[in-house]
């Protein structure tokens, strides 16, 4: 039986090395569209996508970032002219936040270079391995976000 120290440590390596080449790649195919956001600006602008009844407060969260960070971000995109924000009915202390339509394009520019990317990272793999890698990597996201420290 293989020593579980070794195995935990060549796991470690390895899930390393795919984030790392999968940024990389991503970063790679983001540059030829020419799109020049951050990665973090990226994730509050899908967000914003995904999300009609998004916040500033809510966004944080979503990405675990401290709300100061999070508005430096959103300020950045609306500046770009790809987010704008609306009075919230119900609540009057906050603002919505939605893409315009710029903010939309980039937006489908960004998911299709994430495609490119995760065909470029699965193009020898079988539907079952996949559907394997996705039930296996979800257990294990669920076993570090149920730790205590909520696997930070």
Do not use: W
């Amino acid at each position: 039986m293989p020593n579980r120290n070794s195995s935990d440590s060549q796991l470690s390596d390895t899930l390393h090395r795919l984030v790392h080449v999968y940024k990389s790649r991503l970063r790679a195919e983001v540059t030829q569209r020419a799109l020049g956001l951050p990665i973090t600006h990226m994730r509050a602008l899908k967000g914003i996508c995904r999300n009609p009844h998004s916040t500033a407060q809510s966004i944080a969260l979503r990405m675990h970032r401290d709300k100061a960070q999070i508005t430096r971000v959103l300020k950045e995109l609306l500046m770009e002219g790809l987010i704008e924000k609306r009075p919230n009915p119900e609540d009057g202390r906050s603002q919505l936040l939605f893409p315009t339509e710029k903010g939309s394009e980039v937006m489908r520019q960004l998911l299709e270079a994430e495609r490119e990317t995760a065909a470029a990272m699965t193009r020898r793999l079988s539907d079952a391995e996949l559907k394997q890698f996705a039930e296996l990597s979800a257990r294990m996201v669920e076993n570090l976000s149920c730790e205590p420290d909520g696997g930070n």
